[in-house]
């Protein structure tokens, strides 16, 4: 029997049929799927600096007929057949998949002799413009701990455990999303860790990435369903190609990523740490899991990291070729051209088609890292990292903004802007800001990738500081960011963000986009485009009266660019009932903290409380 790399590399010799099995006990076959629609999206790195930490999710796209039931939600896994009898279909017989010959008539059992694509969830399941077919989107586990909060789970952890090491933290995670893992012990995986952070939110992929990155992995989702660290190897060539698609191969003269030096920089607690020459340097900012370490300590973390990265020069490529779903992201390759064989790795794959499989492998990467800005936690810059310095919690000022309006961000056009913050800073402090805008890409025509560009103002001064993420899946994605800063200016400032695209739009949904911001002795004011719910509580200050009525369920306020609000202005939300505000003859700010929204000024106190669906007024002297 052959092996399925020999199939794959000779596969017009072989009848390819699909399988796909649906959560609930249906099936999917070649019949159900339209000719050559299926699809598989897998990245390593998607930037041009490669960055080590990375998990992303793979992609599995497919189209099916209409006549099929709606998947959205449904788990699914995808295998592949090869017969070298062309008169072989794969049919449901009775609820079991079988074998059926249609020149025979006689049917087989599939056996276990199969490639396995891998398990998937659906996200999106949506028809076609003429209704004949579903353009299915699903996504592997990584999606989860993309998307999940895990701020409880954390707290908690760290209630039960003091100091951990590197690996249990992991392989903790990992039991708690039920994600089985393959066995792997990195340089760093020794290294003892506790809780730095107070908060109420963080993603799992934050500190997942943090742990991959002090290894110099990745974390990628195997065809069996399992969490692997993937180490880049240049000591073993995985695959020579020796065929591809005449004149689709393109490639960069100098290697990429000959790393000389490893940097350490925790601004925050001021400890760094450099081992290697100069050169080309690799650098870590604030890893979240590296607070409160000294510099001995991160000397060590970096002296153990640089051989393993210093190991991962290639040459940056892209090349069509044959599909082989045998390589696996992070693979080291061969090509051979006319001038040079590129060696290189398999950073981002597409593979497209099922009987006329092809693969188009692409690794970005530039000769020299661009400094500072290399590493996972360059990307997210730890926005919660500064409340680990506070001392006196209850000092710390906490706000949360999420965006009332749908947005939506344009190809090519003039940045949008995403939101504005107003506050005040009562004394010395480092202001941390944390972005999380979920959003809908759709590509343009003719692109295979959208390039989303981040802007942030600072009392209407550009910050030089341009976050950009590039997507190669048309479909939901989370923008993150962070930009952290010390204040010393007493007074009120102002906070914008503007986003632009290129190669797609992007649409942000009400509430989706998201922003943090941490400091001690701040008061928001102004403008804030904020949820409330019913059952919020909120603290009014001004010298004025007002009146609030009818508040049933979530409401949301209306963005008003303005610079003040005063007696003759209003603040009105529909959703069931009016809630408005009038008689405010002082400058007011919306706020929320910790749930809790507020309008600020100096004057008297009031407190607006719910009571069968209704709210009141109350003094607080």
């Known amino acids: 029997m052959p092996t399925w790399e020999e199939i794959f590399s000779s596969r017009d010799e072989y009848n390819m049929q699909l399988l796909i099995e649906v959560s609930g006990g249906t099936y999917l076959t070649n019949t159900e799927i339209a000719q050559e629609s299926f699809s598989l999206t897998e990245m390593l790195s998607d930037t041009t600096d490669l960055k080590f930490g990375g998990c992303n999710a793979s992609q599995f796209r497919i189209r099916i007929r209409s006549s099929v039931q709606n998947m959205t939600g ?3 896994v995808v295998k592949q057949f090869a017969y ?77 455990y003091d100091k951990v090491t590197l690996k249990f933290f992991r392989e903790a995670i990992l039991n708690y999303f039920g994600i089985t893992y393959e066995a792997f012990t990195g340089v760093n995986d020794t290294v003892a860790v506790s809780k730095t952070i107070t908060t109420a939110a963080i993603s799992a992929k934050t500190i997942l990435s943090a742990i991959c990155e002090l290894n110099g992995c990745f974390g990628i989702i195997t065809r069996d369903n399992k969490f692997k660290c993937k ?42 740490a450099t081992i290697g020459v100069a050169g080309n340097p690799y650098t870590i900012n604030d890893n979240i899991l ?18 393993v990265v210093s190991a991962c020069a290639y040459r940056p490529f892209t090349c069509s070729t044959y599909g082989d779903p045998c390589i696996e992201l992070g693979d080291f390759i061969q090509i051979p051209t006319i001038d040079a064989t590129i060696e290189s790795f398999v950073l981002y794959r597409e593979l497209t088609g099922t009987q006329a499989l092809g693969d ?35 000092s ?32 010395n402090t480092t202001v941390d800001i944390w972005h999380e805008f979920k959003m809908n890409v759709d590509f343009t025509e003719g692109s295979d990738r959208c390039k989303v560009y981040a ?76 949820l409330i719910e019913a059952s919020d509580i909120i603290e009014v200050t001004f010298g004025g009266a007002f009146n609030v009525t009818g508040i049933e369920e979530d409401v949301s306020f209306n ?32 706020i929320m903290q910790k749930d809790i929204y507020s309008l600020i000024s100096e004057n008297g106190t009031y407190r607006i409380v719910s009571e069968d669906g209704q709210y009141s007024v109350e003094s607080e002297e």
């Open 396 to 427: 710390l000022s906490y706000y949360l903004f999420r965006s009332a309006t749908e947005l939506t961000v344009e190809d090519g056009e003039d940045p949008v802007r995403i939101a504005r913050i107003r506050y005040a800073n009562t004394g």
């Open 84 to 160: 070298t009898d062309a008169d072989i279909r794969i049919v449901i017989n009775n609820g079991t998949p079988v074998a059926y010959n249609t020149r025979t008539e006689e049917t087989s059992a599939l056996g276990d002799d199969y490639f396995l694509y891998g398990t998937y969830k659906v996200r999106t399941d949506k028809p076609t413009p003429d209704k004949a077919y579903r353009d299915i989107s699903a996504f592997d586990s990584m999606e989860r701990i993309i998307s999940e909060d895990i701020g409880e789970w954390y707290t908690n952890f760290f209630d039960t």
């Open 231 to 272: 180490v880049l190897d240049t000591t073993t060539v995985v695959k020579r190609y020796d065929r591809y698609k005449q004149g689709q191969v393109n490639y960069q003269d100098a290697l990429s990523n000959v790393i000389t030096q490893v940097q350490i920089v925790n601004d925050l607690s001021k400890a760094n």
């Open 290 to 307: 590296l607070l409160g370490k000294d510099s001995t300590e991160l000397e060590a973390i970096a002296t153990r990291l640089l051989p």
């Open 455 to 530: 802007y942030f103002y600072y009392d209407d001064n550009l910050i030089e500081y341009y976050p950009v993420e590039t997507y190669a899946i048309d479909d939901l994605h989370t923008f993150k960011s962070n930009y952290a800063f010390f204040e010393n200016q007493s007074g009120y400032h102002t906070w914008e963000v503007f986003l632009a695209t290129e190669g797609g739009d992007a649409t942000i949904d009400i509430g989706d986009a998201g922003i943090t911001l941490h400091g001690q002795g701040l008061l928001t004011k102004g403008d804030w485009d904020g």
């Open 559 to 590: 963005y008003r660019d303005v610079e003040a609000i005063d007696a003759s202005d209003a603040i009105t939300a529909t959703f069931g009932g009016a809630f408005v505000i009038s008689g405010i003859t002082e400058d007011i700010g919306i």
């Open 74 to 76: 449904k788990t699914i």
């Open 360 to 394: 188009k492998l692409e690794a970005k990467g530039e000769e020299y890292n661009a400094s500072g800005a290399t590493g996972s936690s360059a990307v997210i810059s730890q926005l919660y990292s500064s409340m680990s310095q506070v001392k006196d919690e209850s």
